[in-house]
T-cell receptor, first 116, second 113 residues
Framework: AQKVTQAQTEISVVEKEDVTLDCVYE???????LFWYKQPPSGELVFLIR????DEQNEISGRYSWNFQKSTSSFNFTITASQVVDSAVYFC?????????????WGAGTKLIIKP | DTEVTQTPKHLVMGMTNKKSLKCEQH?????MYWYKQKAKKPPELMFV???????INESVPSRFSPECPNSSLLNLHLHALQPEDSALYLC????????????FGDGTRLSIL
């Protein structure tokens, strides 16, 4: 069973629009961590954020914000006032303390295209 | 600039060749990882080293042979690869194994002729 679902395969918006990338996860562990990574066309994966299962506080970092809701098992990522440099594939990932021995379980990724 | 350095950036090799991929980090991380990534797919974990010892081998074929000479270096030795092994190979490191953020290198784009 898929544990991390990124239902949006590709999203295309015009620069300066806001965009939300969805991530839904599945786990039976009570202790787990959620991550977002960015992979630009150059290939390297860039760590963006880590949240643990005990901290549902939303986070904002500049134009980036994350909404963690345990009730819906979601960890969504919003980019405000998008820029062309935000174009990349974004991966959501889950790390479970018990079921996966902390190894990352990746979503399929969402390709974000920001048009000038 | 990434703090995990991978060499070479590109590699083309025949199926009978022997080559090695190299990865280096100087962040004092004690866990290092090899991933394989095919186009339009998420990374697939291959190997994990923790404190220079092989911790996880995800049933990778023996034509891939990892080596961790010291806490800063990670190698992946390649021999008799198949065309389906063509992919982006990513190295990563983290402070330890316990859900720490992984820091990735730029990867090596490997093509098998």
């Amino acid at each position: 069973a898929q544990k991390v679902t990124q239902a949006q395969t590709e999203i295309s918006v015009v620069e300066k629009e806001d965009v939300t990338l969805d991530c839904v996860y599945e786990t039976r562990d009570t202790t787990y961590y959620l991550f977002w990574y960015k992979q630009p066309p150059s290939g390297e994966l860039v760590f963006l954020i880590r949240r643990n299962s005990f901290d549902e506080q939303n986070e904002i970092s500049g134009r980036y914000s994350w909404n963690f809701q345990k009730s819906t098992s979601s960890f969504n990522f919003t980019i405000t006032a998008s820029q062309v440099v935000d174009s990349a594939v974004y991966f959501c990932a889950l790390s479970e303390a018990v079921a996966s021995n902390y190894q990352l379980i990746w979503g399929a990724g969402t390709k974000l295209i920001i048009k000038p | 600039d990434t703090e995990v350095t991978q060499t070479p950036k590109h590699l083309v090799m025949g199926m009978t060749n022997k080559k090695s991929l190299k990865c280096e980090q100087h962040m004092g991380h004690r866990a290092m990882y090899w991933y394989k990534q095919k186009a339009k797919k998420p990374p697939e974990l291959m190997f994990v080293y923790s404190y220079e010892k092989l911790s996880i081998n995800e049933s990778v074929p023996s034509r891939f042979s990892p080596e961790c000479p010291n806490s800063s270096l990670l190698n992946l030795h390649l021999h008799a690869l198949q065309p389906e092994d063509s992919a982006l190979y990513l190295c990563a490191s983290s402070q330890d194994l316990f859900a720490r953020p992984q820091h990735f290198g730029d990867g090596t784009r490997l093509s098998i002729l």
